[in-house]
């Protein structure tokens, strides 16, 4: 093993997988073999691995100015043109834009703009955030916190209490209903312990809720319908910010311009990353109202800065990658590409898996989706320490196809954006066969 602290891995595995080139939906290792990224890497990569006019449009930035930092009323050309385009697409008012590198540090950055912008209208007590079981929001400290997945928490003595972090239920109908309860008595039922546990907190003590309006990592759940009119009443009844991590879901991922879009969300903060850039340069983005920003000014004034920034907010090259990709996105009408052809996904999907006997739920929207991986169709029954998911992602690559098990024993869909039918075909052709060949091995095992 090289000297390397791999992110999210057993520090005992052994390295399996070393790439060295893409194109198209494709990438290829480096005994020459190749797959289908099923996943676009982490989310991320929605053009694909080898477009050049982003390459071209990163170089020819780099030849030009490669780096200037944006403190202190610094800028540069790609920083401002890119939060006047965004500005354009946001379904927030007057928005502004505060980059970053990660989706998680966009996460810290919000939640730091929320102490600020409350302490600066005079309401220092509203600070705890509301997120919710089985969400992700990223690794940082505070956005670690708010990410509700065990491994993220265990050993880092995280959450940190001084965060003020509160945890509503997860709204997956599939595995948290309670016996016959229909969708629509689960969502009543979930929305109100939420409205019970904010007037037990106390509304004036909570700033926000975070939501993944499709929750990514931790399963790509899709809450029943009428959940998010519901939990926007009790908010907005509340005085508590929507605040949506479209970090996954942003740029077309759900087949349309953002999660917030396909999920009737109307939110007042934003996070992007990923897909704002398709992973050519990292870049994020946390998207606040126009009357947050005004609020927040009188504070900068006694401060003499907003004092929160990093060395590369607003990195001149990543400016330059997301506004390429952006472009590229509303040229090649990628977002009705990705519905279109998302739609063709979700219907194999559930043509193919709907009976299978491993497989409880088929979910998703657009081009992200997951199958649910169970050992009794009729109850729900899953695998421990996520066995079946474990066992589908690797057959899934010796079958040439990418993608990943997550949150236990769902297998999780996420290809490119520029995905065709006949590839989305190819990519179900491994799929099947592996999902086959994981039934088969569990089957041996008695597990089944
Ligand atoms: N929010 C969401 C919804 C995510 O899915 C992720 C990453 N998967 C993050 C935040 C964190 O982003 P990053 O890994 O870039 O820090």
Known sequence: MSPVIYPTTNFTATEQLCLTHGEGIYVYDSDGNKYIEGLASLWCTSLGYSNTEVIDAITTQLNKLPFSHTFGGKTHAPIMELADKLRAMVPVEDAYFFFGNSGSDANDSHYKMLRYYFNAIGKPEKRKIITRERGYHG???????????????????????????????????????????????????????????????????????????????????????????????????????VWADEVITGFGRTGNDFG?????????????????????????????????????????????????????????????????????????????????????LQAQLREVFIEHPLVGEVRGKGLIAALELVSNKTTGASFDKGLAGATAQKFCQDNGLLLRAVGGNALALCPPLIITRDEVDALMGKLKAAIDSTYAELKDKGLI
């Open 260 to 344: 917030c879009t396909t999920m009737g969300i109307q939110p007042d903060l934003m996070t992007f990353a990923k897909q704002l850039s398709s992973a050519y340069f990292p870049i994020s983005a946390a998207v606040i109202p126009g009357w947050m920003y005004e609020a927040m000014i009188e504070q900068t004034n006694q401060v003499g800065v907003f004092g929160h920034g990093y060395t590369y907010s607003g990195h001149p090259a990543a400016c330059a990658a997301a506004l390429k990709t952006l472009e590229i996105y509303e040229r090649d009408s990628l977002f009705s590409h990705a519905a279109e052809v998302g739609d063709y």
């Open 139 to 241: 690794v940082t400290v505070a956005a670690g916190s708010m990410t509700s997945l065990p491994a993220n928490l265990a050993h880092f003595d995280a959450p940190l209490e001084a965060l003020g972090v509160l945890r509503a239920e997860s709204p997956h109908y599939y595995t948290n209903r309670k016996g016959n309860e229909t969708e629509a008595q689960f969502v009543d039922r979930i929305i109100q312990a939420l409205e019970d546990q904010i007037l037990a907190e106390s509304p004036d003590t909570i700033a926000a809720m975070i939501v993944e309006p499709i929750t990514g990592a931790s399963g790509v759940i899709v809450p029943p319908e009428g959940y998010y009119e519901k939990l926007q009443a009790v908010l907005r009844k509340h005085d508590i910010l």
